[in-house]
């Protein structure tokens, strides 16, 4: 079984960053996609970034420009930087992985709450 441990949530400013790390328990070459999602209560979860095996990386609306997603191989880590940080940005933040063997295989972190206040 596959873990993904988030770490980096907490309580901030409006206006204010943060940045979050998710380290799995595989190897960082051995996913073929690696992202962050987010989850309000009462609202289905939503793509905050998302990083290819391409290095291909891609931003979900509701964050992009204030987002930057990047992977660091010797530290096995993948980070989520979130600048200029909104009220609305205040959410349970989920890593998300997906691995190739004979099928398609996801898995998800048990998730960081950022909470921002104004």
């Known amino acids: 079984q596959v873990q993904l441990v988030e770490s980096g949530g907490g309580l901030v400013q409006a206006g204010e960053s943060l940045k979050l790390s998710c380290v799995p328990s595989r190897r960082l070459v051995s996913f073929n996609a690696l992202g962050w999602y987010r989850q309000v209560p009462g609202r289905e979860r939503e793509l905050v970034a998302r990083i290819l095996n391409s290095h291909l990386a891609s931003y979900g609306d509701s964050m992009k420009g204030r987002v930057s997603i990047s992977r660091d191989i010797t530290k096995n880590t993948v980070y989520l930087s979130m600048n200029n940080l909104e009220p609305e940005d205040t959410a349970v933040y989920y890593c998300?992985?997906?691995?190739?063997?004979?099928?398609?295989?996801?898995?998800w972190g048990q998730g960081t709450q950022v909470t921002v206040s104004s």
């Open positions: 998300y992985g997906r691995i190739r063997l004979d099928s398609m295989y996801e898995y």
